[in-house]
C-alpha cells in the first residue's frame, strides 16, 4: 500500500522560504510521475510542479522561477523548495504520485502555452500541509 507524508509547512512572512518534503512508501512502479498540488479551502485544487523518474520538472506559470521540484529515488522523497514566497500561496500542499509517463500537458490558449497539470492523472495523496504566508 502507498504512502505518501508531507513535511515542512509552517508560516512565513512574504518574501521568505520553506521546503517541503514527501516520503513516500509502498511506491513500486519504476516509471511515473510525481507532483505538488495546492488547495485553498473552498477553492479547487492546483497543479503546481511535476517531476518524472528522470528528473525532468514542470511548472505552472503562478510559481516558475521562485520553486524547485526535486525527488532523491535512493531516499524515496519529493521535495519542494518554495522561494520569493507570497500571500496568495496560502494554501494546504499536498504531493502526489501517479504511474503515467506524461506528468503533464501544455495548454494553448490565447496565444501562448500554459502548463497544466490534472488531478485525475494522480492516484496517489499524502495528508497534505498547511503554508501560510504573510504580508
Known amino acids: 500500500q502507498v504512502h505518501l507524508v508531507e513535511s515542512g509547512g509552517g508560516s512565513v512572512q512574504s518574501g521568505g522560504s520553506l521546503k517541503l518534503s514527501c516520503e513516500a512508501s509502498?511506491?513500486?512502479?519504476?516509471?511515473?510521475?510525481m507532483a505538488w498540488f495546492r488547495q485553498i479551502p473552498g477553492t479547487e485544487r492546483e497543479g503546481v510542479a511535476t517531476i518524472d523518474t528522470d528528473g525532468r520538472s514542470g511548472y505552472v506559470d503562478s510559481v516558475k522561477g521562485r520553486f524547485t521540484i526535486s525527488r532523491d529515488n535512493a531516499k524515496n522523497t519529493l521535495y519542494l523548495q518554495m522561494n520569493s514566497l507570497k500571500p496568495e500561496d496560502t494554501a494546504i500542499y499536498y504531493c502526489?504520485?501517479?504511474?503515467?509517463?506524461?506528468?503533464?500537458?501544455?495548454?494553448?490558449?490565447?496565444?501562448?502555452?500554459?502548463?497544466?497539470?490534472?488531478?485525475?492523472?494522480?492516484?496517489?495523496w499524502g495528508q497534505g500541509t498547511q503554508v501560510t504566508v504573510s504580508s
Open positions: 509502498g511506491y513500486t512502479h519504476s516509471r511515473g510521475c
Open positions: 502526489a504520485a501517479g504511474p503515467q509517463d506524461i506528468c503533464g500537458v501544455f495548454a494553448y490558449i490565447s496565444g501562448r502555452f500554459y502548463y497544466k497539470i490534472k488531478e485525475d492523472d494522480y492516484n496517489y
